[in-house]
């Protein structure tokens, strides 16, 4: 059988990154019986460099005719990347938002939780780690400020800049029903997080949300402010389950949780959109002041690919496969650099990679 994937390795340390995601799932595919089909497209700086624009659309096309998407990261370093002189919507991060809104990826999922093996990395106060955590933060990825009216003007004489936020109850609708389904298979929880207090656009939420809730009777649903929500996850991050939440919280509070496990490279994702077709890439960055020295840790990108072969092929044998290779290279004491400590060996983004896919059973 022929995986079709459509693989972005992008700027920064995505190639490095892709290229140890693509052997490993070359590598679960001898074993499981599949055949990886990768056609390589060029989107954020890469793309820029070569066409001028983040996303051609062909590029896009290409993503559309495959059955998934694997990313590595996109984008350089904003203050001294000539990419950050073009216009805004000629700009890497421009590439993503479009491939997203082409794709219809309004789900994102991303989860964050300690992994036992390196606990030690986490910031936080031991009495409150040690009840450990593993939270799905489910973004709504289409919609809001991201994509709302903006405009740069002047208005008596003053510069003047406005964005809009904006959701209608289908936008919301369907990213909560992922969110219950998704608690269905986990603790049963979610907390639903909003500014109800302020914002028109969480009222709505909020009430849609809750109709949204009567169809999952087994699941317990919260509500939380964002701002409190923000202060919890550092506080009490083991009270949560599910956190579903819209575009911008979403940005800021999974930047927050994946930091709070103290092992950002370790982060996958996905991008979902009505069918089983997704776009998988890691939680963290294009790194690119460490670009090209194969000591970016591969492992979020993996754990991705991971996630693409459970949700886009229903190849949750090698799925569950790849997982336990990670656990077990963690276990036998390899470590790339970002998640060193003392008494453990220290290995490269290649090294990492080839560790891993042998350790696939
Ligand atoms: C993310 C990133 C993007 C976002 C940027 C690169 C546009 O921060 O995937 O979280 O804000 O969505
Ligand atoms: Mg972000």
Request: aromatic share 6%; with cysteine.
């Amino acid at each position: 059988m022929n995986l079709k994937i459509t693989c972005i390795p992008g700027d920064g340390i995505g190639p490095e990154i892709v290229a140890e995601a693509k052997k490993v799932v070359e590598k679960a595919g001898e074993i499981y019986g599949f055949t990886p089909d990768f056609t390589d497209i060029l989107m954020g700086g890469a793309s820029i460099d070569v066409h001028g624009v983040p996303l051609t659309d062909e590029a896009i096309a290409t993503a559309k005719a495959a059955d998934a998407v694997l990313m590595g990261s996109i984008g350089g370093n904003t203050t001294t990347s000539p990419w950050y002189k073009l216009p805004p919507d000629k700009r890497p991060e421009a590439g993503l938002l479009k491939i997203r809104k082409a794709l219809n990826l309004f789900a994102n999922l991303r989860p964050a939780l300690l992994y036992e093996e390196l606990a030690a990395a986490c910031p936080l106060k031991e009495e409150i780690s040690k009840a450990g955590f593993d939270i799905m933060i489910m973004r709504e990825l289409t919609g809001g400020l991201y994509f709302g009216e903006r405009k740069t003007y002047e208005e008596n004489g003053l510069r003047t800049a406005m964005d809009t936020l904006t959701y209608n109850e289908e936008e919301i609708r369907r990213i909560a029903i992922k969110g219950f389904e998704i608690a269905r298979k986990r603790k049963k929880k979610v907390t639903s997080v909003d500014k109800a207090n302020v914002l028109d656009s969480s009222r709505l939420w909020r009430v849609v949300v809750e109709e949204v809730a009567k169809d999952y009777p087994d699941v317990t649903l919260e509500h939380m402010l964002v701002d409190n929500c923000a202060m919890q996850l550092v506080k009490d991050p083991a009270q949560f389950d599910v956190i579903l939440t819209e575009n911008m919280f979403g940005d800021i509070l999974s930047d927050e949780a994946s930091m709070v496990t103290g092992s950002i490279g370790m982060l996958a994702s996905a991008s979902l959109n009505d069918t089983k077709f997704g776009l998988y890439e890691p939680s963290h960055g294009s790194a690119p002041d460490i670009a090209g020295m194969d000591i970016a840790n591969p492992i979020a990108t993996i754990l991705s690919a991971a996630m693409m072969l459970r949700f886009s092929f229903d190849q949750d044998k090698a799925a569950d496969a790849i997982e336990a290779a990670v656990k077990q290279v963690l276990k036998d004491g390899y470590r790339t650099g970002d998640i060193m400590s003392q008494g453990y060996t220290k290995v490269g983004c290649s090294k990492m990679g080839s560790l891993i896919a042998e350790r696939i059973r």
